[in-house]
């Protein structure tokens, strides 16, 4: 099953890096100005959108929720960038650059997406698509939260964990949105 879960998720992760590559081409690095709880608000307001389309309302934007799913993806990536690059306060980085340390990101949200599968056994097939919703949803407030205590966990994840699993979340509901699989 792994193995069709990387052929799956690679399909989709081409479509997360062509849509990057394609911004970065149109926006350059702009998004470098970005501070740390500016990012997790673009990636709330994907999420949220995506919440409301589940919930019924129909929207007047014509993108669907694989565009949003996609576009959180991206955000994440872009926040991994960001935490790396605190210290730098260069906001033109060259193309080449950013696409290795997107790569970098990409591949190691690939390597945990397979060791937590190897460990609950791809469980995520059984969820429902609203549940991956709900859980970068709750990633989102933990984020926040430990935002708001200065970067500190007691016992959690910080902030890098919880983006890892919400780009995961975000590929589990492409892949079963282009299966066809979603249980409402």
């Given at each position: 099953?792994?193995?069709?879960?990387?052929?799956?998720?690679?399909?989709?992760?081409q479509?997360?890096?062509?849509?990057?590559?394609?911004?970065?081409?149109?926006?350059?690095?702009?998004?470098?100005?970005?501070?740390l709880?500016?990012?997790?608000?673009?990636?709330?307001i994907?999420?949220?959108?995506?919440?409301?389309?589940?919930?019924?309302?129909?929207?007047?934007?014509?993108?669907?929720a694989?565009?949003?799913?996609?576009?959180?993806?991206?955000y994440?990536?872009?926040?991994?960038?960001q935490?790396?690059?605190?210290?730098?306060?260069?906001?033109?980085l060259a193309?080449?650059?950013?696409?290795?340390?997107?790569d970098?990101?990409?591949?190691?949200?690939?390597?945990?997406?397979?060791?937590?599968?190897?460990?609950?056994?791809?469980?995520?097939?059984?969820?429902?698509?609203?549940?991956?919703?709900?859980?970068?949803?709750?990633?989102?407030?933990?984020?926040?939260?430990i935002?708001?205590?200065?970067?500190?966990?007691?016992?959690?994840?910080?902030?890098e964990?919880?983006?890892?699993?919400m780009?995961?979340?975000?590929?589990f509901?492409?892949?079963?949105?282009?299966?066809?699989?979603?249980?409402?």
């Amino acid at each position: 099953m792994t193995d069709k879960t990387n052929i799956q998720y690679n399909k989709q992760s081409q479509k997360a890096r062509t849509l990057f590559i394609n911004k970065n081409k149109d926006y350059g690095t702009s998004w470098r100005i970005l501070r740390l709880p500016s990012l997790i608000d673009q990636i709330y307001i994907k999420t949220d959108r995506i919440r409301h389309m589940e919930e019924g309302k129909i929207p007047k934007i014509k993108e669907d929720a694989s565009s949003e799913y996609i576009g959180i993806i991206n955000y994440c990536i872009i926040t991994l960038i960001q935490i790396e690059l605190a210290e730098s306060s260069q906001e033109n980085l060259a193309f080449e650059e950013v696409l290795q340390k997107y790569d970098y990101y990409l591949k190691e949200a690939q390597s945990l997406m397979n060791k937590k599968n190897h460990d609950y056994g791809e469980a995520w097939r059984n969820m429902y698509i609203s549940s991956y919703t709900d859980l970068i949803l709750t990633k989102i407030l933990r984020i926040k939260q430990i935002i708001e205590n200065e970067g500190k966990t007691n016992v959690s994840e910080g902030i890098e964990g919880n983006l890892y699993d919400m780009i995961n979340y975000s590929f589990f509901a492409l892949i079963k949105l282009t299966e066809g699989n979603e249980k409402q």
